[in-house]
T-cell receptor, first 116, second 112 residues
Framework: GAGVSQSPSNKVTEKGKDVELRCDPI?????LYWYRQRLGQGLEFLIY????????KSGLPSDRFSAERTGESVSTLTIQRTQQEDSAVYLC??????????????FGPGTRLTVT | KNEVEQSPQNLTAQEGEFITINCSYS?????LHWLQQHPGGGIVSLFM???GKKKHGRLIATINIQEKHSSLHITASHPRDSAVYIC??????????????FGKGTKLSVKP
């Protein structure tokens, strides 16, 4: 694929429902990141996958948030029992990062989540 | 105090002006990223630096590890440079890499 893709592009859900957001990274990229950007706010780190290492979950805001990645491919971010404060754009990025070296990150277009 | 501080928060310039955006950080890092967020929301990585200086077209990024400071320069600015510029640092934990911390961004508007 040409770049990082995310789906859906927009999601409106009712408070209390669960949502799943999907990210397809660039083929061959070992690292995958999830970020959140609330309206008018800066980017917040959520979680980082790198190769077969245990993911860095230090940015997840609560136990309602979880993410999985299958090998070096697709990742899903799941938000359970959504709250209105979860409304944000959720961005995914991938890179060739290794545990010791950083490389350029390529961002997807984001999923705009609105919790009503 | 935020671990990553950007200045200025907002910047308005006339087309053709030389622009500088600054980023200071207070933590140990393995790398620093400069990102550009377009008005439509899309994010593009401009530079990833761990030392020295990089140049791409009209954009130049520098980093001083000792002073924990980086600058992004735009020469001959153009209205299409109008965007939010974001500084992000990659934390360093004893040689291994940690997560990223973002600055709040600098909103640049270049007038024709």
């Amino acid at each position: 694929g040409a770049g990082v893709s995310q789906s859906p592009s927009n999601k409106v859900t009712e408070k209390g429902k669960d949502v799943e957001l999907r990210c397809d990274p660039i083929s061959g990229h070992t690292a995958l990141y999830w970020y959140r950007q609330r309206l008018g706010q800066g980017l917040e780190f959520l979680i980082y996958f790198q190769g077969n290492s245990a993911p860095d979950k230090s940015g997840l805001p609560s136990d309602r948030f979880s993410a999985e990645r299958t090998g070096e491919s697709v990742s899903t971010l799941t938000i359970q029992r959504t709250q209105q404060e979860d409304s944000a754009v959720y961005l995914c990025a991938s890179s060739l990062d290794t545990p010791l070296s950083s490389y350029e990150q390529y961002f997807g277009p984001g999923t705009r989540l609105t919790v009503t | 105090k935020n671990e990553v501080e950007q200045s200025p928060q907002n910047l308005t310039a006339q087309e053709g002006e030389f622009i500088t955006i600054n980023c200071s950080y207070s933590v140990g890092i393995s790398a620093l990223h400069w990102l550009q967020q377009h008005p439509g929301g899309g994010i593009v990585s401009l530079f990833m630096l761990s030392s020295g200086k990089k140049k791409h077209g009209r954009l130049i990024a520098t980093i001083n590890i000792q002073e924990k400071h980086s600058s992004l320069h735009i020469t001959a600015s153009h209205p299409r440079d109008s965007a939010v510029y974001i500084c992000a640092v990659r934390l360093s934990y004893g040689g291994s890499q940690g997560n990223l911390i973002f600055g709040k961004g600098t909103k640049l508007s270049v007038k024709p």
